[in-house]
């Protein structure tokens, strides 16, 4: 499998201020053997199936390995509200603050579909995150 060239890598980690583009931890916070990824946020197999270039970063995020593991392939899961189908989170078309909102106890809350379903999808709100998420909130503003 090809791997996401250097440059294109840089930019969209610059792009995304070395933060998961999902969950939103800080790159420097994160401890774990496999280190942050480039994600597609369009499967790689549905680009190609359009002829579309694999490695623009407009199809590209920044994202921690716990996320991007989640996500997978999924482009949509089930909102937990009206229990219909609705698609994930985009951060190249939609805008964090608007799907999330973070609150005080570190959890995460999906202010609308996309919000909600992503949510759920990529287990955001796991006792560690939230921890960790209210850890950061009071020592250093440092999330979301
Ligand atoms: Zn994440």
Redesign the pocket.
């Known amino acids: 499998m090809p791997t996401v060239p250097k440059a294109t890598r840089d930019l969209v980690k610059s792009r995304a201020k070395h933060r ?1 583009e ?2 939103r ?1 800080p790159e420097a916070e994160f401890v774990a053997a496999v280190g942050f990824q480039v994600e597609h946020v369009t499967p790689r197999k549905i680009l190609r199936a359009r002829g579309l270039q694999l490695f623009d970063p407009k199809y590209l995020a920044f ?2 390995p ?2 991007n593991s989640f996500k997978g392939t999924q482009t949509h899961g089930t909102d937990p509200q009206s229990r219909l189908q609705c698609p994930l989170y985009d951060p190249r078309s939609q805008r964090w603050h608007h799907e999330f909102l973070p609150m005080p106890s570190g959890h995460i809350l999906g202010k609308t579909p996309v919000g909600r379903t992503t949510k759920d999808a990529l287990k955001l709100n796991t006792l560690a995150d939230v921890l960790l998420n209210r850890a950061r909130l009071h020592a250093c503003q440092k999330w979301p």
């Open positions: 998961c999902y969950c931890i994202s921690c716990r996320c």
